[in-house]
């Protein structure tokens, strides 16, 4: 078989997976005053339409930032805009401003999934299919296994066809970032990776492996020579990417300030909800919001953070290969999520995004995170009504993945490139190892398996009402925690050398 | 033996991903063959016997054999435990998510006889030698054809029928006959028959295959029939075994003397010659040149317009219909047209032995003819000569040809089934993603032969995608929308009539051509 048709077959299967996906609820359906995300989105589209720009972010008589307020940058709101303007073509009704508040119906629904699938179509699934054809190893039909593995990840799918968001805008622009630096094109690539910032600020999960890793590679050519006109370069086209983007808010500071304030609200908290990281975690133990003030719960995540990202981005600037940078870009958004300040369970996929470029060298760890990463937001799905969904694509992708990546066989491999594992434990023979990843796997399956059918089926405790959503947060914890630091020990050791000598650019 | 295990698990990945696959599309649109299904639920699970085929208070009566209605009956005592308002007789159009939810799984769950039968499919393969790569064996290539079929998922998953389940049975009685293990062919198929009657119109070719190839075991040196080696026992026990198939579904209602009213549920004459969407066959071209016809005598002064009957065909209705200029077609005629185009084919597989795969083309031509000539024909019959048709497509480069004309215009055909815009990206998407594997799948297996399609008929396909789009996309947006609603109907069944006409011809010469060469040698 011709790889153009497997890859068109896949990408017509994640296509079709996504739009059925999409004929279920959405969050926040029928469910006035506040409704969910879908409204927000919606909200947005009526108000950049109707208001002038210099109110988007302004509380006015006409712009109620308490009810969905613009909170993403600029770009977020140019896409709202466009989308807005084909809505008024289409139904008037859909935008008009106070009046279609809370609006909803089936014509509706469709137009908004079709929105976010005209942006996937366009910049995240090419993005996904140019990695695995161009910058991933094996045969043909490896590549294509992976193509098909990573376009049917459940967690973004359920995200953004289900809950509807659309991350697939600025996960797809930073990964056409990450592409163009594994292409060798500097520029381009920072000029996607400003969009993807520019687009959604939480891809700052993402900034420091971009930037240590275009920096290591200025500096490797030579600070004074070759490597400062590729800087000055870089500096360029992100000042001007920024710029272009800002471009309507600049001539005035108060706006940019607001923009600014409205992007960062830092006065949220350390955590809401439920959320898999370590703050909400540690707080069925501690409960570090009463104890310490907003200020210092900032400090100590900001600290924390730091300390979790920075080796492995320092480690980066040491040696900017492109297997440091993937590796980087996973450990740093996942220090984010476990550490940061005021994170959503959403965030999880920021991570999952780089972890799916580690599919072809780690198959089970990255299956594993990947599964582990969905069920995390299991008691969102269920909270939008997306039982069915949530049950078809968690039994199908690690049985799909399993299969076709066969990533229970090359559990040999994992300890391949953990070798210090080895050198802890020399008394575990190397097999046994395997066979242990093996069981681990299967038995956290099963209690994610379990949790979920609990948490569908069972009522909690009237004293503990949230038992549930809380177990579920903190297995997915364990499983991220387990992760970072099994990467985190990746990154230290030396690159497997086959590996190595392909990816040095 | 695990090393045989270990090749098959392909198939399991192919029909666990299908599965999870269809359960997606729960909460997509679903056509009135929901609200039927429901209804024949209620009425199974709360009326006695006696009282089945005689309940109308839905438009919907039971109108398949006893078996099927006795499936219900065992759906039924699913359904009670899942939401018991369902098999509420004065409960119409109830769907509820629960609802909805166990019907749609109800499909699912029986389709599992499909993926057992297409299983027994692929063992069936003849393959001169195996390729190691699983992506190019003929027997992946038949599962993914068989199991992804573009016509089973939306007509089942998405309109909602119990396609799969029914077709389980075709296949696997199928499959048996090629396995020589005719007693069991004869069994599955008997049963079928008391399933779903449509699966009469391939009837023909299963009574004379076994007739011949069972019945009698010894031929003369020309390989024409030795009558004395007929063999009584075998008739017999086929005999039996589909006797006491229909006394078991019918018994019951003849011993109430309710056979008639049984019959006359199951055979609805009453309904027009074309159904609500003109299925491509014959009577679609002869519609097609009627209206012509009409138009061009009313262009020439040679009609009057006010004397034409108001052209009901078009109107979507299951009606009678009257042709404007040429004469009105009553159902003996369509009976006759349609025990014509079988004949040759029953006579060729009567008058010498002939292999299984014989058997099986005879029964394409059945089923084929019978969609061409048929009264009152649905458009998703077509799948009754495409599924089986996979099985040959994979062993020969020719019906490979004749597959891919043949399932490209009968799946096109199946478009209009799904109007509402949500389901529009899926029936697009979904054959897309269907035809482009089947093209280069096949051609991939075939490729030391040569291509697969002559230029003409490749110039007839991108035709038929240039249709596809004048329909879907053009002319919604052009004037004529108002003015002429059906043409798009009009073109799609025109068009494709012609491509599984062609279909239909090719693969009889395929059939009289072997046998000429048996002579010959």
Known sequence: ?505 | MAAQAESWSWFTALAVGVSLFKCLFINAYHSTDFEVHRNWLAITHSLPLSRWYHENSSEWTLDYPPLFAWLERGLAQAARHWDGDMLRLDNLNYASPATVLFQRLSVVCTDLLFIYAARECCRCIRVQKAPQVVLSQPSFVLAVLLLWNFGLLIVDHIHFQYNGFLFGFLLLSVARHLQSRHLQGALLFAVLLNLKHIFLYVAPAYGIFLLRSYCFTLDRPDGSIRWSSFAPLRLLALGSIVVSVFALSFGPFVAMGQLSQVVSRLFPFRRGLCHAYWAPNAWALYSGADKALAVLGVRLKLLQEAELPRAAMTGGLVQEVQHAVLPSVPPAATLLCTLLAVLPALVSIWRRRRGNRAFLRCLLLCALASFLFGWHVHEKAILLAVLPLSILAVESREDAGIFLVLSTTGHYSLFPLLFTPAEMIIKVCLMVMFTIYSFTALGNLHRSQGSLLCPMEVVYLLGLAAVAIACEFIFPLSPWRQKLPFLPLLATSVYCAVGVSYSFLRLYATLLRSNNKRKQL
């Open chain 1, 1 to 505: 078989m011709q790889t153009w048709s497997l890859v068109s077959i896949s990408v017509l299967l994640a296509v079709l997976v996504r739009w059925g996906v999409s004929l279920n609820s959405y969050s926040g359906a029928g469910k006035p005053p506040m409704f969910g995300d879908y409204e927000a989105q919606r909200h947005w589209q009526e108000v950049t339409y109707n208001l002038p720009l210099q109110q988007w972010y302004f509380n006015t008589s006409d712009n109620d930032l308490n009810y969905w307020g613009l909170d993403y940058p600029p770009l977020t709101a140019y896409h709202s805009w466009l989308c807005a303007y084909v809505a008024n073509i289409l139904n008037p009704d859909w935008v008009e401003l106070h009046r279609s508040r809370g609006y909803e119906s089936p014509a509706h629904k469709l137009f908004m999934r079709t929105t976010v699938l005209v942006t996937d179509v366009l910049i995240y699934i090419p993005a996904v299919v140019l990695y695995c054809l161009y910058l991933t190893d094996g045969s043909a039909k490896r590549r294509v296994s992976i193509l098909l593995s990573i376009l049917l990840y459940p967690g973004l799918i359920l995200i953004d066809y289900g809950h509807f968001q659309y991350n697939g805008v600025s996960l797809g622009f930073a990964l056409w970032g990450v592409l163009a630096l594994g292409l060798g094109w500097n520029s381009l690539g920072s000029l996607a990776f400003s969009l993807a910032l520019n687009y959604k600020q939480m891809e700052l999960y993402h900034a420091l492996p971009f930037f240590c890793f275009l920096l290591g590679k200025c500096i490797k050519a030579g600070l004074i020579g070759r490597g400062f006109v590729l800087l000055v370069k870089i500096t360029a086209t992100v000042l001007v990417t920024f710029g272009l983007c800002w471009l309507p808010f600049l001539p005035d500071n108060s706006q940019v300030l607001q923009v600014v304030r409205r992007i960062f609200p830092v006065a949220r908290g350390l955590f809401e909800d439920k959320v898999a990281n370590t703050w909400c975690s540690l707080n069925t133990l501690i409960k570090i919001r009463s104890i310490l003030t907003s200020d210092s719960q900032l400090y100590l995540s900001l600290a924390f953070t730091l300390l979790a990202a920075l080796p492995s981005s320092i480690r980066l600037l040491m040696k900017p290969t492109f297997w440091n940078f993937k590796l980087a870009l996973v450990n740093s958004s996942l220090a984010f999520f476990l550490f940061s300040y005021q994170v959503h369970e959403k965030s999880i996929l920021l991570a999952a995004l780089p972890v799916c470029l580690l599919l072809n060298e780690f198959p089970l760890m990255c299956v594993w995170f990947l599964q582990a990463s969905t069920f995390s937001m299991l008691p969102l799905f269920l909270k939008d009504g997306l039982l069915v969904p949530y049950t078809v694509t968690f039994l199908g992708f690690p049985f799909l993945t399993v299969y076709l990546l066969s990533a229970l066989d090359d559990c040999s491999e994992d300890e391949l490139k953990l070798g210090i594992c080895g050198k802890l434990f020399p008394l575990i023979p190397k097999i046994h190892l395997a066979c242990i990843m093996k069981w681990k796997f299967y038995i956290s399956m099963a209690l994610m398996a379990v949790l979920s059918v609990l948490s569908v089926v069972m009522d909690p405790p009237p004293h503990l009402p949230d038992l549930f959503p809380v177990l579920v947060s903190t297995t997915a914890f364990m499983h991220f925690l387990g992760v970072f630091l099994h990467f985190s020990m990746v990154q230290f050791m030396e690159p497997p050398r086959k590996k190595s000598r392909k990816k040095n650019n």
